[in-house]
């Protein structure tokens, strides 16, 4: 059976034969809420992999942490050791695996002056001023120590962000993976658009320029390219000048266990987000604007994530709930989810769990992006008119139920998992072959 016969079913045993070296990969089932079918590789070289990311994300607080710990959690499950490197907010214990490198605040709004010396260097030395954030010796240190023995197998550029280790990262590994979650030079070039302030636009479509250089040399130099959606896979081939080493994932959410609806819910429409990101703030904006204006007053919206305080007061019927532990209790206490993102790239995982709790929905375009298989409970508009009668709409249809969530959310995570196995596997053969030349040399 082929590997992709195999998706998205029930368990099965799947063998093919990348580079003449046959890889048998086994997908057994798992128990909800929040483990799903998981892919492992049987009898294959267990590779040392170096994951360079920008904030460890055990915590989860974002929705790039949890892509970051999907791909993870998946390379682990194929039966490889992988060490994570990253800055962390506070200092605070880390799991095993991880490596704090350095505590840093590393969002603009919080770290005092050093945004103005990232700045600086970021023009001195011509580089976007989302990557220099996370340039940092120690950094580099820290990987250097742990190829110091021996080269690791992969090296793992999490985010282009990281793209400032290219130039040691065959120092480092046997081979580079880069993990797109966005195609950064779109994403900056879109919000320059939305900028109504001169300097703000033209610092965007600097960000945008550089990160179109950083992109490319990074397509054209790394062994592969994982991106999170069609639309990046087709920019980064072109980048590359070839789609045999850009590969799309089919990045899961959360697993959530069955809840019904409540039988009075907190919030009649649910925003859930990380709204202090301008990318998701622009959103939220001409939600606020357009959206609600036109939504009956008594309606209650209940707005969570990092960034909504701000919005407390603009609306009587608005309330910004800040940062919330659990999701879940959230979306069991709205009886609608919207998604209005108007700026974006990559994929949004607040959809993908939004699907995956069976959560009736609506959502731009720009919100659905990615996601090919939607389910009939999420709505999609681009018009604030028809948006806020969607929303409407929604709210007087039956809730979905439970369990279409779970399969669509088994689904995808098996997807995923044997998706990025299948590329390790695709990687382990000639890693193997470096090894054995290395040995025969030091022999």
């Known amino acids: 059976m082929s590997l992709k016969a195999a998706l998205p079913g029930g368990p099965e045993l799947m063998a093919f034969e990348p580079n003449r070296r046959v890889r048998c990969y086994h997908a057994r ?11 492992i590789i049987c ?46 907010r506070t200092a605070a214990p880390v799991p095993a695996g991880s490596i704090a490198v350095a505590t840093r605040a590393i969002e603009t709004r919080i770290a005092g002056i050093s945004r103005y010396a990232w700045l600086a260097r970021a023009l001195v030395r011509n580089r976007p001023y989302a990557c220099q954030k996370f340039v940092s010796t120690q950094y580099l240190r820290q990987l250097r120590r742990q190829s110091s023995h021996r080269k690791a197998d992969i090296l793992v550029l999490d985010h282009a962000r990281m793209g400032w280790l290219l130039p040691y990262a065959r120092d480092l590994a046997l081979s580079v993976v880069l993990i797109a979650h966005n195609h950064e030079a779109k994403l900056f070039a879109d919000q320059a658009r939305g900028q109504g302030r001169a300097l703000h636009r033209q610092a965007f479509k600097r960000e945008s320029r550089l990160f179109h250089e950083l992109e490319a040399r990074l397509a054209r130099e790394v062994d592969q390219v994982w991106t999170l959606s069609a639309a990046e896979q087709a920019a980064f081939r072109d980048m590359a000048g070839s789609s045999r080493k850009i590969a799309r994932m089919d990045l899961p959410g959360l697993i959530f266990a069955p809840f019904p609806a409540p039988a009075e819910a ?16 622009q959103g939220l904006d001409w939600f606020i604007q357009k959206i609600v204006p036109k939504l009956p007053t008594h309606l209650r919206i209940g707005i969570a994530g990092r960034g909504s305080e701000r919005i407390n007061g603009l609306h009587p019927n608005l309330r910004g709930l800040g940062y919330v532990d ?33 959560m009736p929905t609506v959502s731009t375009t720009i919100g659905v992006r990615g996601i090919t298989d939607l389910p009939r409970y999420v709505q999609i508009s681009d018009s604030p008119e028809q948006f806020a009668q969607k929303l409407l709409d929604q709210m007087d249809a039956p809730r979905p139920s439970a369990d279409a969530g779970q399969q669509w959310a088994r689904n995808r995570q098996l997807r995923f998992g044997t998706q990025v196995a299948e590329q390790l596997a695709i990687m382990a053969a000639p890693i193997a072959d470096a090894r054995q030349v290395a040995a025969d040399f030091a022999r």
């Not at 089932?29 to 892919?39: I, T």
């Open 326 to 358: 659990d999701p879940a209790a959230f979306l069991r206490q709205s009886r609608v989810l919207a998604i209005p993102s108007t700026v974006g790239a990559g994929i949004q995982l607040k959809t993908i769990n939004a699907i995956s709790a069976a």
């Open 29 to 39: 089932s798992m128990e909800v809420p929040r483990l799903a079918p998981e892919p």
């Open 266 to 281: 907190e919030f009649d429409i649910g925003l859930l987000g990380t709204w202090d990101w301008s990318v998701n703030g």
């Open 43 to 88: 009898g294959a070289l267990e590779m040392k992999v170096l994951f360079a990311t920008t904030s460890l994300p055990h915590l989860q607080t974002t929705g790039g942490e949890i892509a970051s710990q999907a791909f993870i959690d998946a390379i682990r499950k194929a039966g490889h050791n992988v060490e994570v490197f990253g800055f962390v």
